[in-house]
Each structure stands twice: as structure tokens, then as C-alpha cells.
């Protein structure tokens, strides 16, 4: 048998940002007492709830905010134990919260002192199941007037002997007490009666409610990437956007290529939308609709194309037909780079390295002007959209089974759906304008996260006037010098290739000088000068941001000028952070600029 609950119970919410402890209060109007002891019943209301709440606090943009708790219908308690017409409550009830969109369970029914004559240590569960046994639904026992029934019996004590059990018996037989075998005498329907407490209308309300079949739909998910792909291929043109052609245009340019696309749900089926039972419950009811020959009905599918981005992933295919391991090995970041399109592989619900977090934090306000206060992974985004959206409907509701409240509820998704995408698809234009929706950890560190190491260039005047000393180094130990002041920067030198040159000397009498150079500075952005060296004679442009002047005082090794301006170099590459660029397309960008 359960546990009977009272007014010492800890319940919790799964929408707490973190664990904290909730209490509830009896507000029938004859409260139900034993030794003094409060028990809850079905009017039982939060009275203390003092913590944070997680989805108000991601609507307020990472701003803690307090728990706001406002209970739905209590779920799953005992029809079998009523008193004065109270149905108590038992360790197996649950409810919703309508603020939060949290789940409230029991996790714990309180030990507390009960006296009948000496005092004894007992639980809820001990003293309040024979009580129960006895006198379920015996109104007959209740004082008749006043706001309160205190209900006591010696029997109610741990520990009872054999006689007073007997003279609990007399009592329940004195008074013509119903069983519980006597209650599972009742009309089956009326056992099997359910309550639909979390349903996003006003049930209940009129005659249609009676026939109505929302309530009794599942809240199975039918997500399907083979659907979603077939349902984009079959758009029309007019039904196509801007996001939806560039993806068109990428694909058709390279006739080689390392990635292949992948189609993407925006709301994702599985780790989002089924987590929010009652909008698939109402989608799957206007499914049924529409198949079952309901023409006005339009259903809502979540495999729609208006619910699908064309993204890229790795080609494995392309992977085993390569015979280099270099060519195998490419990595995301320039798939990314090339194609502008958002890397889909590695999954939705990411998380984060707690050692990253503060450089990311650094970079997304210096990237978007924006403080992050708590970074969030895709899945958990879209969920707090579509609990927004939940919540939004609960506290509105009206009959949704209308082809009018159908096409609201289709639009709604789409314009959710439309408005991720849009955010999506400014990824090819900036990476970091596509924040804060990335759709893997990989598409968000190629974002925001700092390379744990970096390339930069360092210039000097030739020994002619048209002609520049050139030495390419690697920055190790980025991160770790950023976030400990004690570490130094690492440069180690990258040689060229082919000939193993580094430094190298150019010379730009002719076009071949001009292009040895581009390519040997590789996709390299960040350019240190020292003196004064004519960079005008690069053959390509340097933004002026990455361009760091350091002067020279004395003659010495590059490694060892480097170490000395290691804190300018730090704060320069810091301040000055650049996206990263595949070394094919930079070259190739280079070359154009150089006629």
C-alpha cells in the first residue's frame, strides 16, 4: 500500500535549475488531521518553493530567476482513501507545474513525533496504513461541524499489541465502515476513470468533450531523416528561401568533395519534441484527423520540409576512396569554412568542458556584444521554445479540436521552425551571427571556442627595398596562457612542405614571386611586423586589426624576440580573433586579389 503524505512531504521539480526542496499545504475547507499532523489531500497547493527556476531563467536570457510555482491537478492518488470528502494523497501523486513546465514528485514523506500517551518516533507510512485500512471513506466517523477533523485512535501508535488491533477492528465494524474490497466492488468504469490535468484545453466543458478523442492520443513520436529528406527534395521552388538555394549552389560547385549534406530536423523529434508530451499529443490528434478523411484538418507533421535545414557531415563514402591519408583526414573546420554550412555530426545535446566555459563566455561577447550567462547546447534551446509554447497554451485554454485552432497551431511550429532556421542559415554569412543556435559542439568551438593554437607571420624588411623576410611560427599553449597568467606562449616554427623553408626571402620583381608568397603564407591572418617593413609589397591586403608593429631594439634570434613580446602577442591574438578559413579557400581568395 502507499505512503500517505502530509504537510511535512519534500517534493521536487525537474525544471529546477538546481535541486531545491518544495512543500505543500492542505486548503480543503475540513483539513484532515492525526495527532495534530496535517495530511494533504487533492486541495493541496505549493507553500514553499524557494529556488530557481530553469525555464524562466533561460526566457530572462540567463538572469537567475526564482521559482514561481503554480500547481495543475494532482495525478495518480487513492480514491480509496477519502475523508469528509477529501481524497488524501499518497507518495505516488505527481503534478505539473504550469509556470515552470516542471514535473513534481514526492522524494521524500518526512519522519516526524506523533504523542498518544508517550511519545514514539514513527513515520507516515507505520501510523497512517492501519488508520487507512480501517476507516477509507467513513465519513460517518468525522465531526459534522467546524473547519477541522482530527482524527485519532490509540491504534495508530507503532508497535500495536494484538488487542487494541482488534479494538481497531471493532471500531471500523461499530461504524459500518466500507473496505477497500468492498470499494473494488464499484463499476469498472468508474475505476478506470481517468483525469487529464495537463491538457492544453478546456476538457470537461461541453457535451463534444464527452466523444472527444485528444485526450486519449499517443504521444508517440514518428521522427524519420529518411521522410524529412524526401519531404525538402519534393519543395517546389516557390517554396524555397535564400538559405534553401545558397545550399543549392555549394553542392553544385564542387563536383569532388569531402562532406555531404545532411538533413537536419530544426525541432528535433526525438531529443526535443517528445520531451513535450502534451504539444505532440495535440499534433498527433490533428494527424488523426487528417488521415482519418478529415479534410479541413492539416495535421502537423514534424518530418515537414518547413521543419528541415540542409547541413553538412562527413562523407564516408569519399573517406574510403581517397588513398591519401592527408586528403581522409580533413577536418570539419574546413568543410565548414568552405561551405559555410553548419557541421551536423556529433549530436545536439553537447556539453561543455568546464575549463573552456570562460574563454567561451570572453569570445561570445566579443563576437556578438552579448553576455552569456549560462551556455546552453541546441537541444536545450529548442526545448525552451517549445515550453514556452506549452505553457503559453495551458494558461489560454480553449477547444482545440477546430480546423481554425489547427492551422494556429501548424503556424506556430513553422514560425518556430523558420525562426532557428533563419539563425541557421546567417551561419554562412558569419558563424557567429547563427548564435546562440549551433547544431553540434563542433559548428560552436568553430565559433567561439580559441584554437589551442594559432599561426602568425613575422615580417621583415628584405635586404632590397622591394623584397620582405618572411618567417611563419605556430602559438602553442593559447588557452592555458589566457587563463593562467604563470604560462607562457610556445612558438615553434612551421616548414614548408615541399622544400622545408622557413624563414624565406621574397623577391616581388614578377608574378611567380607573388604567388610563391601567398602560398607560403598559407591561411595565416595575423601578421607581426618588426621595424618598419614595406608590407605594401604583399600581394594581397592585410586588414589593419591583425597587423601588430613591434619595434626592434637589439639583434637576436626570431624564437627568442618572440618569448620577449609574448604578453603584446597574447593580447593582440586575443583582441583580434578571426574565424578560421580552410588554407584552399584563403589561397584561393589571395590569388584573386593578386590579379
Not at 18 to 26: G, R
Not at 397 to 409: E, G, H, M, S
Not at 478 to 506: A, C, H, S, V, W
Request: glycine share 4%.
Amino acid at each position: 500500500m502507499a505512503d500517505y503524505l502530509t504537510e511535512k512531504t519534500i517534493f521536487m521539480c525537474n525544471g529546477a535549475l538546481a535541486p531545491f526542496f518544495i512543500t505543500c499545504k492542505d486548503n480543503s475547507n475540513r483539513k484532515v488531521k492525526c495527532n495534530g499532523t496535517v495530511l494533504l489531500t487533492k486541495k493541496a497547493t505549493v507553500k514553499s518553493a524557494n529556488g530557481y527556476c530553469r525555464l524562466l531563467t533561460a526566457m530572462a536570457q540567463g538572469t537567475p530567476q526564482r521559482c514561481r510555482c503554480r500547481l495543475s491537478i494532482w495525478q495518480e492518488f487513492s480514491s480509496n482513501a477519502n475523508v469528509n470528502n477529501n481524497t488524501l494523497l499518497t507518495n505516488r501523486v505527481s503534478n505539473f507545474c504550469f509556470v515552470g513546465a516542471g514535473d513534481i514528485k514526492v522524494v521524500h514523506s518526512r519522519n516526524f513525533k506523533a504523542v498518544r500517551g508517550f511519545k514514539a518516533s514513527i513515520s507516515s507510512v507505520n501510523w497512517l496504513k492501519p488508520f487507512v485500512e480501517a476507516v477509507q471513506k467513513n465519513s460517518d466517523t468525522m465531526p459534522k461541524s467546524g473547519k477541522t477533523a482530527d482524527i485519532n485512535n490509540s491504534g495508530l501508535q507503532a508497535g500495536i499489541s494484538s488487542s487494541q488491533a482488534a479494538g481497531l477492528d471493532n471500531v471500523s465494524k461499530t461504524n459500518t465502515v466500507k473496505s477497500a474490497a468492498a470499494e473494488d466492488k464499484t463499476e469498472p468504469a468508474q475505476q478506470q476513470k481517468k483525469t487529464y490535468p495537463n491538457l492544453l484545453c478546456n476538457m470537461d466543458k461541453g457535451e463534444k468533450c464527452k466523444t472527444c478523442r485528444y485526450p486519449l492520443v499517443s504521444t508517440e513520436v514518428d521522427n524519420d531523416s529518411i521522410k524529412l529528406r524526401r519531404n525538402y527534395e519534393n519543395q517546389s521552388d516557390e517554396e524555397k528561401d535564400d538559405y534553401d538555394r545558397y545550399y543549392e549552389e555549394v553542392f553544385s560547385n564542387f563536383t569532388e568533395k569531402y562532406w555531404t549534406d545532411a538533413a537536419h530536423h530544426i525541432i528535433s523529434g526525438n531529443q526535443v519534441f517528445k520531451k513535450c508530451r502534451e504539444i505532440v499529443r495535440l499534433a498527433n490528434f490533428y494527424n488523426e484527423e487528417h488521415l482519418n478523411g478529415n479534410t479541413q484538418y492539416k495535421g502537423y507533421d514534424i518530418n515537414s520540409a518547413r521543419n528541415c535545414i540542409m547541413l553538412i557531415s562527413k562523407d564516408v563514402e569519399y573517406s574510403k576512396k581517397m588513398d591519401s591519408s592527408a586528403k581522409k583526414n580533413i577536418s570539419a573546420y574546413d568543410a565548414m569554412s568552405t561551405t559555410g554550412l553548419q557541421w551536423h555530426l556529433g549530436g545536439h545535446s553537447y556539453t561543455f568542458n568546464k575549463e573552456e566555459i570562460p574563454i567561451l563566455h570572453q569570445r561570445i561577447k566579443l563576437f556578438t556584444k552579448k553576455e552569456a550567462r549560462e551556455l546552453k547546447n541546441y537541444a536545450e534551446l529548442v526545448e525552451a521554445e517549445l515550453n514556452k509554447m506549452q505553457i503559453s497554451m495551458s494558461r489560454n485554454k480553449v477547444c482545440r479540436a477546430t480546423p481554425r485552432q489547427n492551422a494556429a497551431f501548424v503556424t506556430r511550429m513553422n514560425n518556430l521552425s523558420a525562426r532557428i532556421k533563419k539563425h541557421l542559415g546567417a551561419f554562412r554569412i558569419k558563424p557567429h551571427r547563427s548564435y546562440p543556435y549551433y547544431v553540434s559542439l563542433e559548428a560552436f568551438r568553430y565559433t567561439f571556442a580559441l584554437p589551442r593554437t594559432g599561426k602568425i607571420m613575422l615580417v621583415r624588411q628584405g635586404k632590397d627595398k622591394n623584397s620582405l623576410l618572411m618567417e611563419k611560427f605556430r602559438v602553442k599553449r593559447f588557452e592555458e596562457t589566457i587563463t593562467d597568467r604563470n604560462r607562457n606562449l610556445e612558438f615553434g616554427r612551421i616548414y614548408n612542405e615541399e622544400t622545408g623553408q622557413n624563414p624565406k626571402e621574397f623577391v616581388f620583381d614578377n608574378e611567380q614571386a607573388q604567388k610563391d608568397c601567398i602560398y607560403f603564407c598559407d591561411n595565416i591572418e595575423h601578421f607581426i611586423l618588426v621595424g618598419n617593413p614595406d608590407i605594401a609589397l604583399l600581394p594581397f591586403k592585410i586588414e589593419a586589426a591583425n597587423i601588430l608593429s613591434l619595434p626592434v631594439t637589439e639583434e637576436m634570434q626570431s624564437e627568442q624576440f618572440l618569448q620577449r613580446h609574448d604578453t603584446e602577442i597574447l593580447v593582440f591574438l586575443r583582441n583580434n580573433a578571426t574565424a578560421y578559413t580552410a588554407p584552399a579557400k584563403k589561397i584561393k581568395e589571395r590569388l584573386q586579389q593578386g590579379g
